[in-house]
C-alpha cells in the first residue's frame, strides 16, 4: 500500500450542518488545504446544499457538490419523500425513518475516490456515536470497517477521522466555541428537517438534539 502522499490537505464531508461546519472549521486550523464535498441525494429542502455553498464561499473553502439521485430512489425516507413525515416519537428499537440506508457507506466511498485523484489521504466526516440517533452508519466500528476496506479497495492510505465520534452535542458547541466559530455555527448552519438554517424549527428531532446541546452547554459555562 502506497505511503501518505499529501499530509497537508483534507476533504470533508459537508452538509452545511452544525456537525460537519464544525468539523470544517477544525480542519481549517489543522490543514493547509481543505476541500469541501456535499452530495445531491434528492433531499427535500435544496437550502442543506445552498448552505453548504454559502458557508464554502464565505470561508472560502474549495467546494464541489456530487450527484446522489440514484439513492433516493433505492431508499424512500422522510428525509427525501414529502410523502413520508419525519418520525418525532422514534423509539430507539430499530433505526429512525430519517435514516438513509448506505448514506454514509456511499458518501465516503465517493469522497475516497475523489481524495485519492487529487493524491489526497485525510478524510474527515461529523459522525457521533455519542449523539447517532439510531443511525447505524455513524457508529465508530463501521466507520473502521470501511476505513480499512477503502484501503484495500484502492490500494491507497485514506485515514478518516472522526473528530465529533465520541463527544455528544454539548461538547460539540463547546468545540465550535473553542474554535472560535460558536456563532457562525449557531446562525448560518443548517440542521433542522424542515429546512430553516440557524435555530431552525425547534421542533423536529435534529431541532430539539442541537437546541438541547446548546442550553446544556451554555449552563456548563
Known amino acids: 500500500m502506497q505511503e501518505l502522499v499529501n499530509k497537508k490537505s483534507a476533504v470533508v464531508v459537508f452538509s452545511g450542518g452544525q456537525d460537519s461546519t464544525t468539523c470544517l472549521f477544525w480542519v481549517k486550523k489543522r490543514y493547509d488545504e481543505v476541500i469541501a464535498?456535499?452530495?445531491?441525494?434528492?433531499?427535500?429542502?435544496?437550502?442543506?446544499?445552498?448552505?453548504?455553498?454559502?458557508?464554502?464561499?464565505?470561508?472560502?473553502?474549495?467546494?464541489?457538490?456530487?450527484?446522489?439521485?440514484?439513492?433516493?430512489?433505492?431508499?424512500?425516507?422522510?428525509?427525501?419523500?414529502?410523502?413520508?413525515?419525519?418520525?418525532?416519537?422514534?423509539?430507539?428499537?430499530?433505526?429512525?425513518?430519517?435514516?438513509?440506508?448506505?448514506?454514509?457507506?456511499?458518501?465516503?466511498?465517493?469522497?475516497?475516490?475523489?481524495?485519492?485523484?487529487?493524491?489526497?489521504?485525510?478524510?474527515?466526516?461529523?459522525?457521533?456515536?455519542?449523539?447517532?440517533?439510531?443511525?447505524?452508519?455513524?457508529?465508530?466500528?463501521?466507520?473502521?470497517?470501511?476505513?480499512?476496506?477503502?484501503?484495500?479497495?484502492?490500494?491507497?492510505?485514506?485515514?478518516?477521522?472522526t473528530p465529533l465520534m465520541w463527544i455528544d452535542k454539548m461538547e460539540t458547541w463547546k468545540l465550535a466555541d473553542d474554535l472560535q466559530v460558536m456563532e457562525i455555527i449557531k446562525n448560518e448552519t443548517l440542521t433542522c428537517y424542515n429546512g430553516i438554517v440557524g435555530d431552525g424549527c425547534g421542533d423536529c428531532p435534529a431541532c430539539a438534539l442541537r437546541q438541547k446541546g446548546y442550553e446544556d452547554y451554555l449552563k456548563s459555562k
Open 37 to 161: 464535498v456535499s452530495f445531491d441525494y434528492g433531499q427535500k429542502h435544496v437550502q442543506e446544499l445552498e448552505c453548504a455553498k454559502q458557508i464554502c464561499k464565505k470561508y472560502e473553502v474549495e467546494h464541489h457538490i456530487l450527484n446522489m439521485d440514484l439513492l433516493n430512489q433505492l431508499a424512500p425516507n422522510s428525509l427525501t419523500r414529502v410523502d413520508i413525515e419525519v418520525d418525532k416519537t422514534h423509539t430507539g428499537d430499530t433505526p429512525p425513518n430519517s435514516f438513509v440506508d448506505g448514506r454514509n457507506l456511499l458518501f465516503l466511498t465517493f469522497v475516497a475516490i475523489f481524495a485519492k485523484q487529487r493524491e489526497i489521504n485525510h478524510i474527515i466526516t461529523g459522525v457521533s456515536q455519542s449523539d447517532f440517533s439510531g443511525y447505524p452508519d455513524c457508529r465508530d466500528v463501521f466507520i473502521k470497517s470501511l476505513n480499512v476496506t477503502l484501503n484495500l479497495s484502492m490500494d491507497y492510505e485514506f485515514i478518516v477521522h
